[in-house]
């Protein structure tokens, strides 16, 4: 279902992942890199990314990861969810990183890559270029 | 459904209060669209988690050092234990490092105007509101006590929807705000029940239940038995409330035998003896100091025993002459801070450690990494005091 839970506009190139995300224990605080060998996004950066992934889980204190990378210019540009958790959520809203929700459709749809732009004043969210 | 803001809400969404202002709307609108809250509802009072240097981490620190600058609580803000006594940190093996840390966050809330309890059981040492009076409460166990003992209403919050509802003064309506039905009900079906069983009850609750459930066939209960069922259930899941009774007829039964309890002590308790003990998590209150040092007149632990409390209660019970009491007994006396998460125990140094607490048990067992021995209070004193 889509759902705008930080609001915001801006135009960037994909990085998707069907894995969801454990900002805690997996994402390096200072360069916004995955340090978990198992994920699919090893050892990938988000840095200026639309970051495109199910959900966030784990230890809500993940949030002030979330905080961390945009305070060392290391995050993600707008983050694009299946489901609402509430780590990602406070995360974004302490960063003021766009985040939305989307139907498990149109989150198949988008692949790593794709340059999109995402606009939550828009009655479409994402227009694709 | 969408998260419905007043005008004034919406000019402060968009900065017209300042940054602060700003940030503290959009977590609350993150988490209440998160929450399928329909719209945001005045709070009386907020309590904050993220506390504890060993939890929140440098980030933490950072982030509240930054917001101190500006932000301010509009309403009455309580605070959740740190992560040591400054009275007697010298005491134990912590860097220097972490002590101006945890120092520079307490100092950043003191600063946001947040009264500096570093307490778990603010239900205890402050006056309850009146019946359904909203709140905020972050810490787990705290919120599931107001909901089911005190009368009040609040969300399990998170530490940041706790710190934005106390700058804004307003929380999202959602989940337990509203009329809630619990779809499960738990039979107590353990006979003669300590506050460990009670503990384990509220772990087994916690895991099988959503947001809330009923609890039908509970005896009385006494203050250390319903906060041991209360930090149970805190631990172990995301419901935050119980119901007492039956519930109707279409909610699913589920029985708390002597099996499941068993089942829930296999996973907690790891070990067959402590090199230390501790008291509290969640924190003693007077009551509980005072039944201590009944329990102890005459004896003495034979082993380390820490007991944490609040600091308020710690006063209190200094002047009716418990602490000395407890000191003469062996414990060591800690205000400010609690088992749960505690930097104060380290894997170097103890195997093992002998708790009342299954929450306490929890943390120990997965965040100090160090095993647990299970027993009730009565069995602490009967076994390791002489």
């Known amino acids: ?129 | 459904m969408t998260l419905e803001l007043t005008r004034e809400e919406e000019s402060a969404l968009k900065g017209e209060n300042g940054e602060t202002m700003q940030m503290a709307y959009r977590i609350l609108v993150a988490t209440g669209e998160a929450t399928d809250a329909e719209k945001l509802i005045p709070i009386e009072w907020a309590h904050l988690s993220g506390v504890n240097y060993n939890t929140i981490g440098d980030a933490g620190e950072e982030f509240l050092s930054t917001i101190s600058k500006d932000a301010r609580v509009s309403v009455k803000t309580t605070l959740n234990p740190m992560g040591f006594d400054i009275d007697n940190v010298s005491n134990y093996k912590l860097d220097e490092n972490f002590i101006s840390k945890q120092l520079s966050i307490r100092n950043s809330y003191e600063t946001m105007g947040v009264i500096p309890s570093f307490s778990c059981i603010p239900y205890e040492i402050f006056d309850i509101p009146k019946n359904g009076t909203q709140v905020a409460f972050a810490e787990s166990n705290a919120a599931i006590h107001a909901n089911s003992y005190d009368n009040l209403k609040t969300n399990k919050e998170s530490a940041f929807s706790a710190l934005a509802s106390a700058i804004v003064g307003k929380s999202p309506y959602s989940s337990l705000r509203k009329e809630d039905t619990p779809n499960i009900t738990i039979e107590m079906k353990v006979k003669n029940p300590n506050e460990l069983s009670y503990g384990m009850l509220g772990f087994f609750a916690g895991k099988v239940g959503d947001t809330s459930v009923n609890i039908s066939g509970l005896a009385e209960m006494d203050q250390r038995q319903c906060k041991a069922m209360c930090g149970g259930m805190g631990t172990s899941g995301t419901c935050a409330k119980f119901n007492f009774g039956e519930g109707d007829s279409n909610t699913e039964k589920i029985e708390f035998d002597e099996k499941e309890m068993q089942n829930v002590h296999d996973e907690l308790n790891t070990s067959e003896k402590g090199d230390i003990i501790t008291l509290g998590s969640p924190q003693l209150g007077l009551d509980e100091i005072s039944d201590l040092t009944a329990k102890l007149k005459g004896r003495s632990f034979e082993k380390r025993c820490m007991v944490f409390l609040p600091r308020t209660v710690k006063e209190q019970a200094q002047k009716i002459g418990y602490i000395s009491e407890l000191e003469r007994a062996g414990c060591e006396i800690l205000s400010d801070c609690c088992t749960c998460l505690t930097p104060l125990i380290s894997k170097d140094d103890v195997d093992a450690v002998t708790t009342n607490s299954i929450k306490g048990a929890f943390y120990l067992k997965n965040s100090n990494g160090v095993g647990v021995n299970l027993k009730s209070l009565k069995e602490i004193v009967e076994d390791e005091t002489r």
């Open chain 1, 1 to 129: 279902m889509n759902k705008i839970l930080v609001s915001g506009k801006v135009e960037g190139i994909v990085l998707k992942s069907n894995d969801p995300i454990n900002f805690l224990g997996t994402v390096d605080k200072k360069t916004g890199i995955i340090s978990d060998k198992n994920h699919t996004l090893f050892e990938k950066s988000m840095k200026n990314s639309v970051l495109v992934f199910p959900s966030g889980i784990g230890s809500s204190v993940g949030a002030y990861t979330i905080y961390s990378i945009k305070s060392n210019n290391t995050a993600p540009i707008a983050m694009i969810c299946k489901k609402a958790d509430l780590t990602v959520a406070t995360g974004c809203a302490l960063a003021n990183i766009p985040l939305i929700t989307i139907s498990d459709e149109e989150f198949e749809s988008i692949k790593t890559g794709m340059n999109l732009s995402l606009d939550t004043d828009s009655t479409t969210l994402i227009h694709y270029q």
